[in-house]
């Protein structure tokens, strides 16, 4: 992460902090903050990498698309594939098997608890544990903020770093039981190719099934005894980043995990929270804008993605980004854990609800009950622990539902022409993927994923993305360690 300043900070200036590239986050992101009386007070992300991949899947065959799609993110393969298969199933005119739609799940599930796993130990938690004097724990800034500097009493300083740096690395054995779960149904990881359209090609064995189990004895043990302790007694040493980085409280669910063969429940429920009100979602109000995008439309306004055109333009005049700016009913929202557990609102795990009373004096049975200390840093934390436990729980009941050799798969037919689109939440946040077929072959595809959703630029309003408007306020008491941008970006998961 690099950094550079103008000018040099005096009381009443505004000091431009570029930091280029953001480290420790899923793919490519350079953040420039400008910090006045120290604080945030603008912001701007720019995604500096063009994708292309709507470009590269015209004219192929439509399956092809679920498996060139795992290419665009080195995390979230198993996510682009679900959505693609899930496009291809309403274009095709397919309706997955009940076996082959546990299966997903599973697969999906067992993606999803890698994730989250990942996300916080190996990119996130290096914001807070002091490691070793080596890579991947230095560099780190000179005035880092660690527990090792929040903690006065030393003794009880090192034992708590200690508790989370063995874990740290406790965490990476755990992801690799994770990826083996995924494999197990998929394939292969980390590009599956066990999901296709119309199901998966996997027969559930019962001895597979008992080998998937064991493995995830393990993975929910380390979740429920370690990530969930761990992550309540972070928050209790950084209670100030419970009040950091609120954002404009505007948040959107696809919903994720289908709990019927007609997809009209699933796991975490589909839904926006916009201006302190829920309202049911409507994929009709999804509208992308290119003002400040590299970008250019035939015609001006945002676009559906169902009428979506990606056409790059490198030079283009007040453009800062190759993110586009997609708005739901032309608002700003966050996608992602935060965003599905305050949609979802299920009832917190019994380890959290234990601690929340012991270590804040809070009595939480439901998500919505930590109230606006969920919009914030460390809130967005605590949301990623408990969806895993939240997923981890579904997967134990998907296990009982699974049938050994049951089909999985119902075959389809690809039509002359037809279009479909995939509603699903990768454990970053909401996305989608369109397909429109004509002449047997891919017409137009667009993708709208989690990172365009949070990381996005100005719209055409002028309106800030939804990390750059929660960058606003951050404090930043010493503009050569901008600790908690780093801590904001991160706990987004971009």
Request: charged share 25%.
């Amino acid at each position: 992460m690099s950094q550079a300043t103008t000018p040099h900070g005096g009381a009443g200036d505004t000091v431009r902090i570029p930091i280029d590239p953001v480290t420790r986050i899923e793919g490519h992101l350079k953040v420039e903050v400008e910090v006045k009386d120290g604080v945030v007070v603008d912001a701007r992300c720019y995604g500096g990498m063009f994708r292309g991949f709507e470009q590269i899947l015209r004219g192929r065959d439509p399956r092809d698309s679920s498996q060139i799609v795992q290419r665009i993110c080195g995390v979230c393969p198993t996510a682009h594939c679900t959505a693609s298969v899930m496009a291809q199933d309403a274009a095709f005119g397919v309706k997955t098997p009940t076996n082959g739609r546990i299966v997903r799940n599973l697969i999906f599930g067992a993606n999803y608890l890698q994730s989250h796993i990942l996300h916080f130990y190996h990119l996130a938690a290096l914001d807070y544990v002091k490691g070793p004097d080596v890579a991947p724990f230095v560099p780190r800034y000179t005035n880092a903020d660690l527990i090792t500097d929040r903690i006065k009493d030393k003794t009880k300083a090192d034992s708590t770093n200690k508790y989370g740096l063995d874990q740290y690395l406790k965490a990476l054995e755990v992801r690799r039981i994770c990826h083996e779960m995924v494999a197990m149904f998929g394939g292969r990881m980390p590009h599956v190719q066990g999901m296709v359209g119309g199901g998966t090609t996997q027969i559930p064995t019962a001895e597979r099934i008992a080998d998937y189990a064991a493995r995830f004895k393990e993975v929910l043990k380390f979740v429920t005894d370690e990530y969930l302790p761990l992550i309540y007694t972070l928050g209790s040493v950084y209670t100030d980043l419970f009040a950091t980085g609120v954002g404009y409280k505007n948040v959107i669910s696809f919903g994720v995990f289908p709990l019927d063969d007609d997809g009209k429940t699933s796991l975490h429920k589909p839904g926006v929270y916009i201006d302190g009100k829920d309202e049911p979602f409507d994929p009709k109000l999804i509208k992308e804008y290119v003002k400040y995008s590299f970008f250019d439309y035939s015609k001006p306004g945002g676009l559906h993605y169902s009428e979506g055109e990606t056409n790059p333009n490198p030079d283009k005049a007040g453009a800062y980004s190759f993110v586009k700016a997609p708005r739901y009913k032309d608002k700003p929202c966050e996608a992602g854990p935060l965003a599905r557990m305050w949609i979802t609102n299920p009832a917190i795990s019994p380890v959290g609800q234990k601690l929340l009373k012991e270590l804040y004096g809070i009595e939480a049975k439901n998500f919505r009950d930590l109230g606006d200390k969920a919009f914030s840093i460390m809130g967005r934390h605590v949301a990623r622990a408990e969806e895993t436990y939240f997923v981890a729980q579904a997967i134990e009941k998907w296990l009982k539902e699974v049938k050994p050799e049951a089909e999985t798969y119902a075959k389809p037919e690809i039509p002359d022409s037809a279009e479909g689109t995939g509603f699903t939440e990768a454990p970053r946040g909401s996305l989608l993927h369109y397909l429109k077929i004509k002449d047997k072959k891919i017409d137009n595809y667009q993708v709208v994923s989690a990172t365009l959703w949070n990381c996005n630029p100005r719209d055409d309003m002028g309106q800030r993305g939804p990390v750059e408007q929660a960058l606003i306020g951050v404090p930043v008491p010493d503009i050569k360690n901008p600790v908690n941008v780093g801590r904001l970006i991160r706990a987004f998961d971009p």
